[in-house]
């Protein structure tokens, strides 16, 4: 059974960086599409990013696009969210996604079937 593992999370004041990585442990995961979504106390998950594994294609939320950028490392099979010039408002936990075959409801919680533990991130004012 393959599992997703979060890390990189933390504590951060605005305007300062993190990257966040998402690995699969367990069986090897040989899916296309990986996801980031996001979910700040009091509201429902959102869409952050996402990635087509084989087609090197990411799709970001408008509130990180050009911020935010999703990218794989093949040889170590993870998935990972470099966040800048990070605001007060991306304060979420954030959760890393996965399915096997690409779907164009990237955006779509329901389309995704494996999910991590997700990781905090806080940023100061």
């Known amino acids: 059974q393959v599992q997703l593992v979060e890390s990189g999370g933390g504590l951060v004041q605005t305007g300062n960086s993190l990257t966040l990585s998402c690995a699969a442990s367990g069986r090897p995961f040989s899916g296309n599409a990986m996801g980031w979504f996001r979910q700040a106390p009091g509201e429902e998950r959102k869409f952050v990013a996402a990635?087509?594994?084989?087609?090197?294609?990411?799709y970001y939320a408008d509130s990180v696009k050009g911020r935010f950028t999703i990218s794989k490392d093949r040889a170590k099979k993870t998935v990972s969210l470099q966040m800048n010039n990070l605001k007060p408002e991306d304060t979420a936990i954030y959760y890393c996604?996965?399915?096997?075959?690409?779907?164009?409801?990237?955006?779509?919680?329901?389309?995704?079937?494996?999910w991590g533990q997700g990781t905090q991130v806080t940023v100061s004012s």
């Open positions: 996604a996965a399915r096997l075959i690409w779907n164009v409801q990237y955006y779509n919680q329901e389309m995704y079937t494996i």
């Open positions: 990635f087509m594994w084989d087609a090197n294609r990411a």
